[in-house]
């Protein structure tokens, strides 16, 4: 057993064999840490002490050297690679981790305290037992050194209090004569202290020796009034007067025959200097007379927490309150404000107070897998409260288990031939009942006790960290608090849009600054050990703004630099702060931490020492560096075997500075050591190897991004895959040309497959102007080998994945359509499977170019228009059924219907879901104003398959198509459900352009309600979106959205220049609404001149902007008198008598068509059937809800039958 001594010289001996301590400096190291009594002192603090604040340059190697001998010598048989156990290593410093028995001083406190529990002759006993531990003053070594004088004198004052104790208690054994001599040296050695006295005074009297007591009394006056000018205090005079008095029963009561109370031994102390002591020892939290626990007291660097009270109060109000029905935190800060530290005191508390506490991190480095945050505060709920559902939420309990590979065999996802999955496309399936699973597991959970589910570092979080958050928060009624902390600063749109949900919820939002002053001063303190002066603590809390990590920091460097280094010397960023610390470590050490950033933010110590270097870092060096880290207060131990940097910007600092080709060989050394010990963490594999970016890795980097990405998939963390899928394509081109003897054919044919991978990938995603980029480059690599059926793939991945949607956010473009139909053209041969995943037509309501719908937006073609070859009937089939009539040719409604029936029968053939979906879409959407029934039947149709075959993102068409039938029917308020439906499953499965398209929806809501500003608010919003994903069609839904509404508050010349905001160009509903403004304002010759770049009849073709664009039509021909335009217009208009103009769209609405019919009757001079169609439109308008319209065909029943 180790025996440490203090009490007199320093030494130490392990079962009684004595224990070679070194020098007076690496003894001095040890007294330090033992006077401290296991509080964690900072190597900053060592190095000041040890060299009286003038530490040579290289202190803290000196220092570090000293610390592994002292470990050797105290610790002989600890194994290689184990944790000391005895002076270890705590942030921001070491620590001694002794048991109470191992060190006499701390054994003596302990014998003093329970000695004074005991009673008569134990007490003595433990009391002459532990004075027989001293041997000389304590730490008498070090006696003119400041930082060992007050635990000295502490202890020596422990000292003299223990002998006044034991001499009270041979008093209290009726051992008076036995306690005289000690009472005697006592007062010869410190003849101020009038216990002694009065102690030697009742000894003596005890002992039948009254005249001598009167005498020592005498005595005991004159050397106070000499020394100190005072008279007794009223212990002494109480005695002498009971000595003079011969009061025995005084003296029985003091010394009686048998043993006295415990409270009898309590010496009286009434010395100045010793209560002086007691006020010392008391400040360091040690009760007077007895001794404070010598386990560490003061919090550890990574603990200690410092203000933020307000902040607390705060959050535990909003605990209380979401006992009630659950509720949502918000925490944000910049780098360093102390989220992280506020979470954790917040969940000690929250714990404290029987909430159950889950909590997912965010990783602050790439290559983790996705959804981990979840993943972590899963698992740790899972282990609490077992969910119901294991196997739906089995993505989120565990990482997959991917099996054993042979040699050389590619990692998981590696079979890139086969980039565009067909028919087995799963990417949905399945997300919509984990996300129930999900919460009805937290529901349940919740019902034992309050559940807090806390995620850090938010700003760093994938697609799928956002959305279960966002389904947390929708938990209403459960006591469920979900909290998350992130950075603004680096808030990106998915957490824009994320937080943009949560505010449904009424989040609390605390936003944390800068400490104040008074707690910079009490952080400074804290780390420096010391006071310090006022002005330096203004100047570090300027030059910091009160951001606690840059605070802690510069208190560091002045702790080890001074003040002048800190305040005027050191640039302002804290990354010159750290790399000033940095060179401060020992020799070699930087070398591994530098390795250890580009593992990440936390590092297995196993993983670090087969990476390092062994040419210069064995296992004993790469150890001694991290520990070196540890006790610089860089890396924590949060658990056995495992480091962790201590900040973001700490490993930030050490990875940024290292040059590329250091940092990619780092990067390739540490994948291969994974590649051995974790061959299925497919994700930091995927990471090191595309990071290490040479020949060599480029297949390794290619495989594991491709199982990663499939990893990500199952958590549908879409955003992930395509960042995967792109590091996987980056990888391939460094692939040598004749890699495994591949052909240019194949080669090409891997990377089409890599492609459509990553196509397919952001389509899901919602980046469909990146996915459009992507298919372009797919089509040219495609048609760069002849490979007709990759171009067919390419062209129609879009088919499976979910409603297709065409204009602004559709891939679908006559461009390249024409390429592809001349594919087919030549080709006799291709695979029917092929032609049936050719793209549906598109199936939104947004507007596509069409005679009387959205501009032509150029387009490089697959091949020059001159050199398309003529069209034929296939090619004319799937022309114009996959653009949906994109060219303004003739055709009807009719026509069109056939081409969709004939697809219909086509997929019921075939038996696909994915094909049936997507042809009953088409088929769905043919001409919105028409055959609503029909629509109904198929938009069952869609929603039995999307149940059937658990495709939740095709179940958003069906709502959309309800949406349009109600639109038909006039049938508002399942208008409304459909698309409220809708947008709960675009947001669910995050289909930005669905969720657009519901926007649209509540935007013509409110237009047609009256609520005008709401609904150019909402078209604005819209068109952001749209801009935001890099859309060119974002200003024209604007534009066409806000025309409507100002046209429908008769604003003619508020959208004026709006719609010349789109010309010149071919933009026919431009021109007619522009038409219309002009006529609007008695502008005649110039509406002639708008309305001449129009057809006279718009084309039938399935638009959804048809209705807009006959409403506008046939008002233009009213306003100008054109008599032949009206007739032409009237059959076209009566099919649709009971509609609202555009609403069948869902997207933008007019007026009833009635109220057309109404004023172009009334031009050809019908005005009978003028009355009849207005108080139609009256009719149609009220249905709808809307004053404003029905006011307006109210009026326009009560005109002149002959108006010009």
Known sequence: MLNVKVLGTIGADIDGAPVNLGGPRQRAVLALLLADRGRVVSVDGLIDRLWRGRPPEKAAASLHVYVSNLRRALEPGRPPRTPAGVLVSAPPGYALRLPEDAVDAWRFEAAVRRARRARGAEARRLLEEALGWWHGAAYGEWADEEWASAEAARLNELHLTAREMAITATLATGAAREAVPAAEALVREHPLREEGWRLLALGLWASGRRADAVAELRRAAGVLADELGLGFGGAL????????????????AAVPAEAATPEALEPVVTDVSAQGSWASASDRGVPPGGVGDPVGVVL????????????????????????????????????????SALLGRYQRRLREQGWTVVVGRCPEFDGAPSAWAWVEALGELARRTPPTDPGTLGTLLQEADYGEREEGEDAPGGGMAEGFPGRDDTASVGRFRLHRAFSTWLREAAADAPLAVV???????????????????????SPVLAIAAYRPADAGERLTKTLAELAHRSP?????????????????????????????IGALADR???????????????????????????????????????????????AVLQLASVVGREIEICVLVEAADPTRHDEHAVLDAVEAGVVAGLLTEPAPGVVRFAHALVRDTLYTDLIGVRRARLHARLAEVLRRRRPDDLAALAHHFARAASKQTASL?????????????????????VQLLTQAIESFALIPADADGATVNGRSGRLVALYGRLLRAEIRAGAIVAARHTRQRALEAAEGVGHDELVAAALGVWGGQGPALSGPQGLAEPAAIDAFVDVLTARADLDPAVLGILPPAPADDLPRHTGGGAPAVRHDAVRPETERKGTGPQVAHHGVESVGGAVACGGGAAEESSEADRRLVVARAVGDPLLLSSALT????VKPEGFSDRRALLAAELRVLGYAHDLPANNWVREHTGAMAAGARNDVERVRRHTRDGRAIAGRHRLVEAEAINLLTLAMLANVEGRFAESEAGYTEVRDRLRYHGSPFGDFVYVVGLTSVRLGQDRPRAAEPLLRSLLPGSVPIAELALGVALARQGEREQAHLSGRHTPTVVPVVPDHLYGIALSLRAELAFLLGDMTTARELIPLLLPLRTQLAGAASVSFATRPFAHSLGELHRLLGDEDEALRQ?????????????????EAARAASQERAARR
Do not use: M
């Open 237 to 252: 005079a109480e005695l002498e007067g009971a000595v003079l008095a011969g009061r025995t029963e005084f003296l029985r």
């Open 544 to 590: 910091t703004d009160g951001n606690p990590f840059y605070v802690r920091e510069s208190a560091r460097l002045l702790a080890s630099e001074g003040a002048l280094v800190a305040v005027s010397e050191v640039p302002q960023g804290v990354r010159d702060v750290l790399r000033r610390r940095l060179r401060q470590l020992p020799e070699g050490a930087l």
């Open 1174 to 1190: 207005f108080a139609r439109a009256e009719d149609v308008a009220r249905r709808w809800g809307s004053r404003h319209l029905a």
């Open 922 to 925: 088409l088929a769905a959407v």
């Open 455 to 477: 995620v850090d570092d938010l700003h760093r979080a994938d697609g799928e960290t956002l959305a279960l958050l966002e389904r947390t928060a929708e938990l209403i009624g």
């Open 701 to 721: 980097a290619v495989a594991y991004s491709l199982g990663a990405a499939d990893q990500a998939e199952r958590r549908y963390a879409h955003d992930t895959a």
């Open 300 to 339: 550890p660097d990574d603990e200690l927490f410092v203000g933020r009270d307000d902040e607390l109060r705060a959050l535990e109000k909003v605990a209380r309150e979401a006992r009630r029905g659950g509720g949502v935190v918000l925490v944000t800060g910049d780098a360093g404000a102390g989220k």
């Open 508 to 536: 609390y939002r605390l936003a944390l600054g800068g400490l104040p002053l008074p707690d910079v001063d009490a952080l400074v303190r804290a780390v420096c050990g010391k006071q310090v002066d006022a002005a330096t």
